[in-house]
């Protein structure tokens, strides 16, 4: 799954899942133990794609069995979550893929929201070709050659253009203005969401048809369909400061974890054990292979991590 870049199906676990990135705007629905003045909850802001379930999963597990509190979640867009996160309505937010906009206003300026340390994995957004096409056509893989095969991705939804499939529309995304700028002859089309945009990824990889996606790593749908990307206009610092005018490539984003400012200073242990946790690509991907693939529940999935990986996670605790 970004004002700066974003992406990449899963929801709560409460709602319905499969996997950065888009869902109801719940801003509005303030957790009642969110900020909760002495109380052992915590309440955690949950994306919509399955790489922020699985840490929300795992931090949850750990909150509750490990240091007893109750953890309540809800599920807000990417965006609004900073205006919850900064109002209290959330305590923590465990991955953003870089919302400069937000950051400068609520941690620099308003100091409302505090920074929680690096997730430990590194995001990035770009546009992938199975491996199946780019091995019969090598060249497809750089964008200059793309209008070449427009053709090969014409949809009903597309027209007379190649299709550029994204997830939901309120992924915040640089696909058109992309297309508009580096002249392609494609027309952006949203699935809806991540876990739409899974099934007709997984429908064209099973008839071996050519497709043109908006994707991102971590994801573990790269080793059920592997994808290969193609290369944009290098990224340079600043080159997509201007969404109108953006012609290159999405960055590699360290994530990052942030937490209402209050929370960061009054929230124990919990807090604590927050801005400690830190994974690798590796583990998010083995728990979001056990929700989203192999349908586990994402408490059993985040057990069974747990269960295997304690010297990882007794560091968080410390």
Same mark, same amino acid.
């Given at each position: 799954?970004?004002?700066?870049?974003?992406?990449?199906?899963?929801?709560?676990?409460?709602?319905?899942?499969?996997?950065?990135?888009?869902?109801?705007?719940?801003?509005?629905?303030?957790?009642?133990?969110?900020?909760?003045?002495?109380?052992?909850?915590?309440? +955690?802001?949950?994306?919509?794609?399955?790489?922020?379930?699985?840490?929300?999963?795992?931090?949850?597990?750990?909150?509750?069995?490990? /240091?007893?509190?109750?953890?309540?979640?809800?599920?807000?867009?990417?965006?609004?979550?900073?205006?919850?996160?900064?109002?209290?309505?959330?305590?923590?937010?465990?991955?953003?893929?870089?919302?400069?906009?937000?950051?400068?206003?609520?941690?620099?300026?308003?100091?409302?929201?505090?920074?929680?340390?690096?997730?430990? @994995?590194?995001?990035?957004?770009?546009?992938?070709?199975?491996?199946?096409?780019?091995?019969?056509?090598?060249?497809?893989?750089?964008?200059?050659?793309?209008?070449?095969?427009?053709?090969?991705?014409?949809?009903?939804?597309?027209?007379?253009?190649?299709?550029?499939?994204?997830?939901?529309?309120?992924?915040?995304?640089?696909?058109?203005?992309?297309?508009?700028? +580096?002249?392609?002859?494609?027309?952006? @089309?949203?699935?809806?969401?991540?876990?739409?945009?899974?099934?007709?990824?997984?429908?064209?990889?099973?008839?071996?048809?050519?497709? +043109?996606?908006?994707?991102?790593?971590?994801?573990?749908?790269?080793?059920?369909?592997?994808?290969?990307?193609?290369? /944009?206009?290098?990224?340079?610092?600043?080159?997509?400061?201007?969404?109108?005018?953006?012609?290159?490539?999405?960055?590699?984003?360290?994530?990052?974890?942030? /937490?209402?400012?209050?929370?960061?200073?009054?929230?124990?242990?919990?807090?604590?054990?927050?801005?400690?946790?830190?994974?690798?690509?590796?583990?998010?991907?083995?728990?979001?292979?056990?929700?989203?693939?192999?349908?586990?529940?994402?408490?059993?999935?985040?057990?069974?991590?747990?269960?295997?990986?304690?010297?990882?996670?007794?560091?968080?605790?410390?």
């Amino acid at each position: 799954m970004r004002v700066r870049t974003t992406a990449a199906v899963a929801a709560v676990s409460s709602l319905a899942l499969l996997t950065g990135c888009g869902a109801a705007d719940m801003t509005k629905q303030a957790s009642p133990f969110a900020n909760a003045q002495g109380a052992k909850t915590v309440t +955690l802001s949950v994306q919509s794609w399955v790489g922020a379930q699985s840490n929300v999963a795992v931090a949850q597990y750990l909150l509750e069995h490990e /240091l007893g509190y109750r953890v309540d979640t809800v599920q807000v867009d990417e965006v609004p979550a900073w205006d919850a996160l900064s109002q209290g309505r959330v305590d923590a937010l465990l991955e953003d893929w870089g919302h400069p906009e937000q950051e400068k206003r609520y941690v620099d300026d308003k100091k409302t929201i505090a920074r929680g340390g690096g997730l430990g @994995v590194t995001g990035h957004i770009g546009w992938y070709v199975p491996t199946y096409l780019a091995e019969k056509h090598p060249d497809i893989t750089n964008w200059k050659n793309l209008n070449k095969y427009a053709d090969l991705f014409r949809t009903p939804e597309s027209g007379d253009k190649g299709q550029l499939m994204d997830g939901s529309p309120s992924y915040v995304t640089n696909d058109k203005a992309l297309v508009k700028n +580096l002249k392609l002859d494609y027309q952006v @089309v949203f699935a809806g969401s991540e876990a739409a945009q899974i099934t007709q990824i997984r429908q064209f990889a099973k008839e071996k048809k050519p497709f +043109l996606t908006y994707w991102y790593s971590p994801q573990w749908l790269f080793e059920k369909v592997p994808m290969t990307e193609v290369k /944009l206009p290098p990224y340079k610092e600043g080159c997509d400061a201007d969404p109108e005018k953006v012609a290159c490539a999405y960055p590699h984003t360290p994530l990052q974890k942030y /937490l209402n400012a209050d929370f960061a200073k009054k929230g124990g242990k919990a807090a604590a054990f927050l801005k400690k946790f830190k994974w690798t690509t590796e583990d998010q991907n083995e728990v979001s292979l056990m929700i989203a693939e192999q349908k586990m529940s994402p408490e059993d999935a985040a057990k069974k991590w747990v269960d295997s990986h304690e010297p990882t996670w007794k560091k968080w605790l410390s």
